[in-house]
Nanobody
Framework: QVQLVESGGGLVQAGGSLRLSCVAS????????MGWFRQAPGKEREFVAV????????RYADSVKGRFTISRDNAKNTVYLQMNSLKPEDTAVYYC??????????????????WGKGTLVTVSS
């Protein structure tokens, strides 16, 4: 049974930074692409970033490119999202996701089929 547990959310001022973590269990972590998505109040869930099994390939939403960095540590079964220069519009519940295979797919879900319960990020102006 796949479990994805996010942590690291919280309240931060605009311009600040946060690092989200997601620990995965249930299957061989290094064999699967991982991703981060978010859902703001009253909006649909949207793509943030994905990373392939080795960390050698990543993709970002235009809205976070240059500010957010996705990375993974296969020895720790963990994927990270480093968020810098945060803006109030980044306020959302952030969800970790695991893919169907080593490589991520295409929009809208980029091949993700397992989801965590989310961690709330609130950016104050």
């Amino acid at each position: 049974q796949v479990q994805l547990v996010e942590s690291g959310g919280g309240l931060v001022q605009a311009g600040g930074s946060l690092r989200l973590s997601c620990v995965a269990s249930g299957r061989t972590f290094s064999s699967y692409a991982m991703g981060w998505f978010r859902q703001a109040p009253g909006k649909e869930r949207e793509f943030v970033a994905v990373i392939n099994w080795s960390g050698g390939s990543t993709r970002y939403a235009d809205s976070v490119k240059g500010r957010f960095t996705i990375s993974r540590d296969n020895a720790k079964n963990t994927v990270y999202l480093q968020m810098n220069s945060l803006k109030p519009e980044d306020t959302a519940v952030y969800y970790c996701a695991q893919g169907v295979g080593r490589y991520y797919g295409v929009a809208p879900n980029y091949g993700m089929d397992y989801w965590g319960k989310g961690t709330l990020v609130t950016v104050s102006s």
